[in-house]
């Protein structure tokens, strides 16, 4: 019997797994998930939370109610991967060897990197603590000037901080608190997004809600004090909230296994989605260095092409199948719209999707159900 290892209980790998787990029914092949975590959570709604008065716990699903029976899950940590003998060390103490590996740790953020671990006046929407601040420090906001701005890249979601600009313009236009802020949102690029065309309508969004925009703003360092920004040109904005994306990095397993890069990416093949050093590990998901964006569209996608290769491989036959960088996300723009961004790596977003509607917004907010309903069961 095969073993299959999936290392990481996120949507990626709890996907992959159940997906793997039905394929597999006539195979003889073993399913294991590694995670610690006993929920999943939401994550897409993050931007959206402060801004709602729904509890938390609407976010999140025991992952024990979304694994399929003939998935073996065990609920520890990985601490060490040896690729040359196929094992494992787990935090419980126990060695586990596997056939192959999927590797889908995600990414870790590394507050601690930039001094400024989330409080009152700095705050972020990556994770459930984080969102929790931000929540708690809106609701006591009357006025002032809020910075938005990413601390490094990559990082999960690249629309993120801009759909979060324009949830909280319609906020504080609710609020009746738009007349006295200011918001600034600070880029290192020279224009709003990665891409072009969708950069050149979020500048006119920006343009029109009387949203601040600075171009060439690499981050440096924050002094909670002073309530001051600082970037490596040289620039100093002061703020009374700072927004931040913290910085991302791979999980501290893959770089202590010596699979990834300095900032512990997985050096993954882009169509294969193999290691690019280990014919039997695979890898998806945020923790990866493909490139294109750290979103669940691309483990979606990406983890279909996986388990195709995958169940070639038990079949005894070679893994065809390649992965392109399809990806879509809504980049939404309020409450209730959005537009649709669909690309791959060779070709940049349709030009059809490049228009809020409230149709995209209508579809945004049906990929919550879609999620725990169809997608993280590998349904789709």
Not at 4 to 26: D, E, M, Q, W, Y
Not at 73 to 80: F, G, H, L, M, N
Not at 113 to 120: E, K, L, N, P, S
Not at 352 to 380: A, D, P, R, V, W
């Amino acid at each position: 019997m095969k073993n299959i290892v999936i290392l990481g209980g996120g949507f990626s790998g709890i996907a992959t797994a159940n997906h793997l787990a039905r394929k597999t029914k006539k195979l003889d092949a073993r399913i294991i998930l590694i995670e610690p975590k006993e929920v999943n959570v939401y994550e897409p709604d993050f931007i959206f939370w402060p801004f709602k008065n729904k509890p938390f716990s609407t976010l999140i699903k025991p992952i024990d109610k979304l694994l399929g029976r003939r998935i073996n899950w065990i609920r520890t940590e990985a601490t060490k991967i040896d690729p040359n003998k196929k094992k494992l060390s787990l935090k419980n103490g126990d060695e586990l060897s596997y056939d192959f590996l999927v590797l889908a740790t995600g990414a870790r953020m590394a507050e601690e990197q930039i001094r400024a671990v989330c409080g009152d006046n700095v705050c972020h929407f990556y994770t459930p603590e984080g969102v929790k601040k931000l929540k708690a420090t809106l609701q006591k906001f009357n006025g002032g000037t809020i910075v938005i701005t990413p601390t490094t890249v990559p990082y999960k979601c690249p629309p993120a901080p801009i759909e979060f600009t324009f949830l909280l313009d319609k906020y504080l236009r609710k609020k009746k608190l738009r007349d006295k802020t200011t918001i600034k949102f600070l880029y290192p690029l020279s224009r709003a997004f990665t891409m072009a065309e969708p950069a050149k309508k979020v500048e006119k969004l920006f343009e029109q809600r009387d949203i601040e925009f600075t171009s060439f703003f690499n981050f440096d360092n924050v002094d909670k004090e002073k309530n001051t920004v600082y970037s490596l040109e040289g620039e100093e904005i002061e703020y009374t909230g700072l927004v931040i994306v913290p910085p991302h990095v791979g999980q501290d397993v893959i770089i202590e296994s010596g699979l990834g890069d300095k900032e512990g990416w997985i050096k993954t093949d882009r169509y294969t989605l193999k290691h690019k050093d280990y014919n039997d590990i695979y890898a998806l998901g945020d923790g990866t260095d493909l490139p294109v964006s750290k979103s669940g569209a691309v483990a979606h996608f990406s983890s279909n092409i996986l388990v195709k290769n995958l169940l070639s491989e038990l079949k005894g036959k070679e893994p065809k199948t390649k992965y392109k960088g399809l990806t879509i996300c809504f980049l939404v723009t309020s409450f209730n719209k959005s537009m649709l961004l669909v690309f791959d790596y060779a070709h940049p977003p349709r030009a059809f999707g490049l228009h809020s509607t409230f149709l995209y917004g209508f579809f945004k907010k049906m990929f919550k159900f879609m999620y725990f309903k169809l997608l993280i069961k590998g349904y789709l």
